[in-house]
């Protein structure tokens, strides 16, 4: 008996897919505005005019004036960046849509300043065969504000026993593959998912962590957590299942992305592995790299993730690593919950916290206000995500679509004051003042968000325009930016 | 004082002042008629979501002395068992007004928790392996009585510390009197990082003689499951309390129920030196002292309005 024919042609070439909703293409003319992109090295006042949702043109400050049906917005004062983008969210759908879904979901990663998320599986039933994939793809290209890929699970239900159809969901435009959530416990799975890689390609996106170790824990183990009795989850736990995958990538040639890297040890681990030629990479959460365990002594629930908020040297170090190079990238692990999920006593809380909204502006408050990082560094490190996977890396130059964000970095707001985007209130951060607002985001060449504000800044220079001009601009019926030339590693 | 959630909260003043009138109360124990009208009109809910014997009867008679109404309401038998979430629960009780919740649950911070969805005073009687503030205060209130003063004392916690709130609240209070606390136990259940209290860590009793008290905790059966200790004989063999190790002028305690033969000999429990009844008899007055700090106390300080609606945060 001969094994089946695959229905679609697999392979190591077959590319991820970010599907979004259909939108209108952004025209837009920001004068004045400090254009700050650390790729291409502006860094200055510029005017930069934006036509059927591409760049059109850059030019010096108060230069260009806007063609007609083009909105005016009043950049002085106000940073541009690349949009960021994100290669670890959780939008909940399918089967948890009472948390997040992918409207909500990308709603709340717009009014954050994102152009793009990848989705992680872990949902109801969970991310593992092509007709579910196919089904969100579809899902997404009615809902989506910003475009998202998804990245299936590397085992069947998550089990961490069998491989799921790797070849023939990475030909359907799988972003990679991931258990996150979970990690892959049984090193020969996680030695096989590697070896499969070689056929299917995508990047293995890893959860690290010994659930021997990590057990009911449900905060990090140390002195905050020996003063309130709660069971901890050792730093041990991650970075020993660091050095492990590092080590079984190294042996098969294997690409690994790791994810939220949350304790010193793994770090070093990661720093370790690259410097003898690991092809890996990792991400740090904005939570991680801000807040300590000390910020979980009021047991409030919505400070309660895996990993664990860690103790200041472990914060210290991830700061240190995305300075140095061995983080490569902050994701948010934006982890929607329901609020009676969440209001009840910390240990019976489910894991995660939101951070689509918050992530600019709790880093730039926490880390770059008072000089520790240079902004320059944060929006490579927010801006870099998908490139990691072999997909977009957002520029602001020439004939790029637009993927922008305009920031007032003076503003100041109250997280949850005026409530969120998301579908669920769980974040860590409500009730901080951060410095640092998203004003506009422009994901794929379309208005994604607009702060109030800015909508009431916005003039036309030709006037009020009528609806029949505006769609004459031409709708695109289907917005697919599917990788356009990045080819997965 | 508005509630009792942990130790951690309170001064040396406040564990004083809750004391002195535990002993002020003691006197009404020794009465034919053991009943003041101190909180008449008052309704205290026992709110359990643990087993508990000693700790909630202990509250009932507390209550029932200072002629509060008492209600009990247990998880088994209740809506919780139905799927009720806590706060479902909390929010159903305080529309009967309660004044004072005494609630005990398996998690840790539940009770601040509470304090937060209700107007009523929250008293915790144990959450999870965090604190069980009551028990560490009748607990100092017995060395007050036998001692006189905790200053300069050097008092040994001994046994399974990292799943024991009574250990917390007590390394808390104890330091809080002016007492050197060392924990010793299995070093597969000393929480990692326990010395950042102020404690001294031991992994042995050899040094046991130098301490004034010996207060000796639960050695949990469930726990044997997990495998943290190779036997009961081993651990028996290793820091039981007995005979042999404990001296002649050591006070001996211990929060109930004694498992005989394990953490405890039987003949130490029966020593002039152990205290473990009278621990039992403060648990009442020291609860009285408690009740009446959180709901008439709190009236006459007039230091912190109650607000009038539930604050649903």
């Known amino acids: 008996m001969t094994p089946p024919e695959p229905t679609t042609p697999g392979g190591a070439h077959a590319e991820a897919r970010l599907v979004s909703a259909p939108s209108r293409p952004a025209g837009l003319l920001v004068h004045g505005v400090h254009v700050l992109d650390p790729r291409t090295g502006l860094d200055g006042i510029h005017d930069v005019l934006v036509r059927d949702g591409e760049i059109a043109e850059i030019g010096a400050a108060n230069s260009l004036s806007a063609p007609a049906g083009v909105e005016l917005v009043d950049g002085a004062g106000r940073h541009m960046f690349p949009a960021f983008v994100d290669p670890h969210v959780h939008l909940r759908t399918p089967g948890q849509e009472h948390k997040e879904d992918l409207e909500t979901g990308t709603r709340a990663a717009a009014a954050g300043g994102y152009c793009a998320l990848i989705a992680m599986p872990n949902t109801d039933p969970v991310i593992d065969s092509a007709p579910i994939l196919g089904a969100l793809f579809e899902r997404a290209a009615r809902d989506a504000r910003v475009p998202v890929g998804f990245m299936p699970c590397i085992t069947r239900g998550q089990a961490g026993r069998e491989l799921t159809e790797m070849a023939e969901l990475r030909a359907m435009g799988a972003a990679g593959f991931t258990d996150d959530g979970r990690p892959v416990v049984d090193a020969g799975v996680m030695r096989r998912a590697l070896q499969y890689q070689r056929l299917c390609g995508g990047v293995l996106a890893l959860h690290e962590e010994d659930p021997a170790l990590s057990g009911k824990g449900a905060m990090h183990e140390g002195e905050v957590s020996a003063l309130l009795g709660v069971a901890g989850i050792p730093s041990v736990s991650e970075s020993t299942m660091v050095a492990r995958d590092c080590a079984l990538a190294g042996y098969e040639g294997g690409r690994i992305h790791l994810q939220h890297l949350s304790a010193h040890e793994s770090v070093a681990a990661v720093a370790a592995a690259k410097a003898r030629g690991v092809k890996v990479t990792c991400e740090a959460s904005p939570h991680h790299l801000t807040m300590t365990d000390e910020d979980v002594r009021s047991l409030d629930p919505r400070r309660k993730m895996n990993p664990p908020l860690r103790c200041a040297e472990d914060r210290e170090a991830l700061v240190e690593a995305l300075r140095s190079g061995v983080i490569d990238c902050i994701a948010t692990d934006h982890a929607p919950h329901a609020r009676d999920e969440k209001e009840v006593p910390f240990e019976q809380a489910p894991m995660g916290t939101t951070g689509l909204e918050t992530a600019f502006s709790v880093v730039y408050t926490a880390l770059v206000a008072p000089g520790t990082l240079r902004l320059e560094l944060v929006i490579e490190k927010l801006t870099s995500g998908l490139g990691l996977i072999g997909l977009l890396v957002p520029e602001i130059a020439v004939g790029e679509p637009a993927n922008l964000v305009l920031v007032d970095l003076d503003a100041e707001w109250v997280v949850g004051q005026n409530g969120y985007e998301s579908r669920s209130d769980n974040c860590a951060f409500a009730g901080r003042r951060l410095k640092g607002k998203v004003l506009l985001t422009v994901a794929a060449g379309a208005v994604a968000y607009r702060e109030r504000s800015i909508m009431l800044s916005v003039t036309s220079s030709e006037g009020h325009r009528s609806r029949q001009e505006t769609s004459s601009e031409g709708h695109r019926s289907r917005q697919e930016t599917s990788s356009e030339g990045h080819r997965s590693r | ?313």
């Not at chain 2, 305080?94 to 009523?120: E, F, M, N, Q």
């Not at chain 2, 029966?270 to 403060?282: C, R």
């Open chain 2, 1 to 313: 004082m508005r509630h009792l959630l942990s130790i951690e909260d309170l001064s040396r003043d406040d564990i004083e002042r809750i004391l002195d009138r535990a002993a002020a109360f003691a006197e009404v124990s020794d009465r034919d008629i053991k009943k003041v009208p101190a909180l008449r009109g008052r309704t205290v809910l026992n709110l359990f979501y643990e087993a508990s014997t000693r700790t909630r009867s202990s509250f009932e008679l507390a209550a029932k002395r200072l002629s509060a109404d008492v209600v009990n309401f247990a998880a088994s038998g209740s809506s919780v068992e139905k799927g009720e979430s806590l706060k479902d629960t909390v929010l159903t009780l305080t529309a009967h007004s309660p004044d004072a919740i005494v609630i005990r649950t398996p998690y840790a911070g539940a009770a601040a928790l509470v304090a937060s969805w209700t107007t009523a005073a929250i008293i915790n009687a144990g959450d999870g392996k965090h604190e069980h503030p009551t028990q560490a205060l009748l607990d100092v209130h017995t060395l007050r009585q036998k001692l006189g003063s905790l200053d300069g004392r050097s008092i040994w916690i001994v046994g399974d510390v990292a799943h024991s709130r009574v250990a917390r609240s007590n390394i808390l209070a104890f330091q809080a009197m002016g007492a050197h606390v060392t924990v010793c136990g299995p070093p597969t259940l000393m929480p990692r990082g326990i010395e950042s209290l102020g404690c001294t860590v031991r992994y042995d009793l050899d040094d046991l003689r130098e301490a004034d008290v010996v207060y000796a905790l639960r050695m949990q059966n469930e726990r044997m499951d997990q495998h943290f200790v190779p036997s009961l004989r081993e651990y028996a063999a290793q820091y039981q309390i007995n005979d042999r190790r404990l001296g002649p002028r050591q006070v001996l305690m211990h929060p109930g129920p004694v498992n005989r033969g394990v953490e405890l000999s039987g003949e130490v429990v029966d020593s002039p030196q152990a205290v473990i009844t009278m621990q039992v008899k403060a648990g009442v007055v020291v609860r009285m002292a408690v009740l009446y700090e959180v709901l008439a106390g709190a009236r006459d300080a007039r230091t912190a309005p109650r607000p009038t609606e539930p604050q649903l945060a």
